[in-house]
């Protein structure tokens, strides 16, 4: 082969022939098999890992992110756990479709709003059977056959309120723990707590609590009490928990809430959605009720007038 030379400039086909014969090899990861499957635990989200991996500005690189994902499957690392820009996981979702009755009951067990038109109610059944979960449980029909002749009750068709919950919240919880097999006992005179329940492995001092106001981070709840328990006049003081032993809180959308009071102590409002890990149920299906032309109201119209002071009952 000859030599080609340019004027002024050594370049040669020759040092071109040497440099395509040596063979090319993919650069080698930054990163160890280790170091990435401690991200993936650690994330929400494959931008996340990245960072952790030290990308920086590249983390936002779609090449990057299917390089790290590719090798990630091949490792079989679970990230089931990722939710992306969601506020939920796929295993937070499927825990909460496994142990929940109600699709209602689902977006409380998961922090959302079932308020509204915009309800995230139609993205979590798409994402539930991509998941391949079973949701029939969730909107099953209890009784099917033919209906009796005799004309519904007028309370039937009452619409439920919910200025009403402080008045019936106390029996909701003592419904909650009855259920259970807890015997509820209601004090007398005036208490720090509403109710005396024995669960078998002692004596619990539960004060109830409800809401109505939502703000824009969730349902905001007023834990505090009043020094003179006659008159609701003067600053909230934090309940002693020495005094109570647990709080049971109702929200505006019946989500149930049973919080140990230390995990409260010195406070005099909450954010619900921060105590999460505490619910223990729905009761939403009692605001669910006909109206007089037999369609199911909206929650618009059961919610009325909550009062002015429907931050805690």
């Known amino acids: 082969m000859g030599v080609f030379r340019t004027p002024g400039r050594n370049v040669t086909a020759e040092h071109y022939r040497v440099d395509m014969n040596r063979p090319i090899s993919a650069p080698q990861p930054r990163w160890t098999d280790s170091e990435l499957a401690e991200a993936v635990k650690s994330s929400t989200n494959w931008r996340s890992v990245l960072l952790l991996l030290g990308f920086g500005e590249r983390s936002r690189s779609a090449y990057a992110v299917r390089v790290v994902r590719h090798r990630a499957a091949e490792l079989q690392l679970d990230s089931a756990h990722f939710r992306g820009k969601r506020l939920w996981s796929d295993s937070q979702l499927r825990h909460a479709v496994t142990e929940s009755h109600s699709w209602q009951e689902v977006l409380s067990r998961l922090g959302l709003s079932t308020e509204g038109s915009g309800s995230p109610k139609p993205h979590l059944k798409s994402h539930a059977i991509r998941l391949g979960l079973d949701t029939s449980h969730l909107s099953a029909v209890s009784y099917v056959g033919r209906s009796p002749g005799e004309a519904r009750s007028q309370v039937s068709d009452r619409a439920a309120q919910l200025k009403y919950l402080r008045v019936a919240a106390e029996t909701l ?90 995990a409260i102590a010195g406070r005099v409002g909450i954010l619900l959605r921060t105590y999460a890990k505490y619910i223990v149920g729905n009761a939403y299906g009692l605001l669910e009720a006909a109206g007089p032309s037999g369609q199911e109201l909206t929650r618009r119209e059961m919610v009325g007038t909550a009062g002015k002071d429907a931050g805690g009952g």
């Open 173 to 262: 919880a003592a419904s909650w723990f009855t259920l259970r097999g807890c015997t509820v006992s209601f004090p007398v005179g005036p208490t720090a707590y509403d109710l005396l329940v024995d669960s078998g492995d002692g004596i619990d001092r539960v004060q109830v609590k409800t809401t109505t106001s939502k703000a824009k981070n969730g349902w905001q709840v007023g834990v505090g009490h009043h020094p003179d328990t006659h008159s609701k006049k003067g600053r909230r003081l934090a309940y002693d928990p020495d005094e109570i032993d647990l709080f049971f809180i109702i929200d505006g959308d019946m989500t149930m809430y049973l919080i140990p009071s230390r």
